[in-house]
């Protein structure tokens, strides 16, 4: 195991909270790579893919605009088909957002996205509580990711 698997495994791993984001100024790139910083795998994965859950709430007056935006997040994701992205959004019925975002060795592909942008330009302005990170490590998947045609609407 190479010593920077090691010392990512042996760093303790906690959820991030608002106060934290707002040291990254306030923009999810920042989260992203700071959230890279955080991963840990096992000595197969060899640091190639890490994974971070995001969520938080939005004020009610926002959620359509940050459904829209998460929208055109995906196409423009659908248009570039970078291989190094996997992103999957939930929206909760109570307002809340879950982000589940793989990328390989950096977040670029996504971050450097103007839909993006856009996305995260005023991403503070539109939440009604704290936005909480955590590194995360997927455990098993059945057909959950398998066809993202077979989404269902929320």
């Known amino acids: 195991m190479s010593l920077l698997i090691a010392e990512a495994a042996a760093r303790p791993r906690r959820m991030k909270d608002d106060a934290d984001a707002q040291k990254d100024s306030g923009h999810l790139e920042n989260l992203f790579d700071a959230a890279e910083r ?72 996504l971050t450097g996205l103007d839909a993006f942008k856009a996305f995260s330009a005023d991403h503070a302005g539109r939440r009604s509580g704290p936005l909480a990170r955590s590194a995360a490590k997927i455990v098993g998947n059945y057909r959950m990711l398998d066809n993202a045609s077979e989404a269902m609407p929320a």
Do not use: C, Q
């Open 38 to 109: 955080l991963l840990w795998a096992t000595p197969e994965e060899e640091m190639t893919m890490g994974y971070t859950l995001i969520r938080y709430g939005v004020k009610d007056e926002s959620i359509a605009e940050n459904r829209t935006l998460v929208a055109k997040v995906f196409e423009a994701l659908d248009e570039t088909k970078p291989l190094s992205v996997r992103y999957l959004v939930l929206e909760l019925e109570n307002g809340e957002f879950v982000h589940l975002v793989g990328y390989d060795k950096d977040s670029a592909a």
